[in-house]
């Protein structure tokens, strides 16, 4: 069985833009959760989804959101980047809302 | 919200050597797992257990939900053991909150 993807790997964008990042879970996971990794702030809960609906959100600004579709891809986006946004962004997906979570490789992300 | 702390934060061993991590909570948890976080940033799950005791060859963990804590074993390191182990934990109110983690390097 496939693992989590997260598609792209490596991203740099400049401050202010707008970046869409996305996550495939392991075939039939239904929930998909978003963390961010940075050195100072350690990992960091952003929103879980679970059929199609946010069921969780972390302590972030508006400016991070995301989405999930029927087939239970998501993708999160961050508008108006700032240069602390900087991080490793983690997608996780289970089989229900509570159970083992199985992360994907991350996408890293530089604002310049 | 729930506060996660986990003991070393750094830890150096020999290769072939024991080692203990430690995590505590500060509250009731749900859910608790461990992970270790290879050199290339990809999280693996070792364990999911919310109380117990667990054994996967060289690693075993233990979680005594009473008394807030869980324990990481893990019997003759290897080098491939280096790396990041994190634990995490769910509440009714809190979607995951990991700890800080314990950076472990085994040397040969």
């Known amino acids: 069985k496939a693992g989590v993807t997260q598609t792209p790997r490596y991203l740099i964008k400049t401050r202010g833009q707008q970046v869409t990042l996305s996550c495939s879970p392991i075939?039939?996971?239904?929930?998909v959760s978003w963390y961010q990794q940075t050195p100072g702030q350690g990992l960091q809960f952003l929103f879980e989804?679970?059929?199609?609906?946010?069921?969780n959100k972390g302590n972030f600004p508006g400016r991070f959101s995301g989405r999930q579709f029927s087939n239970s891809r998501s993708e999160m986006n961050v508008s108006t980047l700032e240069l602390g946004d900087s991080a490793l962004y983690l997608c996780?997906?289970?089989?229900?809302?509570?159970?083992?979570?199985?992360f994907g490789p991350g996408t890293r992300l530089l604002v310049l | 919200g729930i506060q996660v702390e986990q003991s070393p934060p750094d830890l150096i061993l020999q290769e072939g050597a024991n080692s203990t991590l430690r995590c505590n909570f500060s509250?009731?948890?749900?859910?608790l797992q461990w992970f270790h976080q290879n050199p290339w940033g990809q999280l693996i799950n070792l364990f999911y257990?919310?109380?117990g005791t667990k054994q996967n060859g060289r690693l075993s963990a233990t979680t005594v939900a009473t008394e807030r804590y869980s324990l990481l074993y893990i019997s003759s390191s290897q080098t491939t053991d280096s790396g990041v182990y994190f634990c995490?934990?769910?509440?009714?109110?809190?979607?995951?909150?990991f700890g800080p983690g314990t950076s472990l390097s085994v040397i040969p």
């Open positions: 995490a934990v769910e509440t009714s109110y809190d979607k995951v909150i």
């Open positions: 257990i919310p109380s």
């Open positions: 996780a997906s289970s089989l229900t809302r509570v159970g083992t979570q199985y």
């Open positions: 989804y679970f059929s199609e609906t946010q069921r």
């Open positions: 509250d009731s948890v749900n859910n």
């Open positions: 075939s039939g996971h239904r929930s």
